[in-house]
């Protein structure tokens, strides 16, 4: 288990941009694929971006595809969800995790930080 804090959520108007970040404590993130998830009220939680710890492609939703980027800077342990041209429907509360490489389910989670977009 990696504690995770993830920051940078916050009110914007459609159209407008934030950067989440997810700032890992202890262990380094370089063995760790990095994920960004989110969860509507009254929806299920989804994956938005996935980050493999040996790099290659980033994987995304299709809903955010184009529109949101995933990065991370192992050094700082901190990863990065750049989201470009909000929409209201990406209004959630998201969430950073961590999965260690060769398991199955990601075990590190945040508390979330949460995003709202106005129409």
């Known amino acids: 288990q990696v504690p995770l804090v993830e920051s940078g959520g916050g009110l914007v108007q459609a159209g407008d941009s934030l950067r989440l970040s997810c700032a890992a404590s202890?262990?380094?993130?370089?063995?760790?694929?990095m994920g960004w998830f989110r969860q509507a009220p009254g929806k299920e939680r989804e994956l938005v971006a996935v980050d493999n710890w040996s790099g290659g492609t980033p994987r995304y939703a299709d809903s955010v595809k184009g529109r949101f980027t995933i990065s991370r800077d192992n050094a700082k342990k901190t990863v990065y969800l750049q989201m470009n041209s909000l929409k209201p429907e990406d209004t959630a509360l998201y969430y950073c995790?961590?999965?260690?490489?060769?398991?199955?389910?990601?075990?590190?989670w945040g508390h979330g930080t949460q995003v709202t977009v106005s129409s």
């Open positions: 202890g262990r380094t993130l370089s063995v760790y694929d």
């Open positions: 995790a961590a999965r260690l490489r060769g398991s199955q389910t990601f075990g590190s």
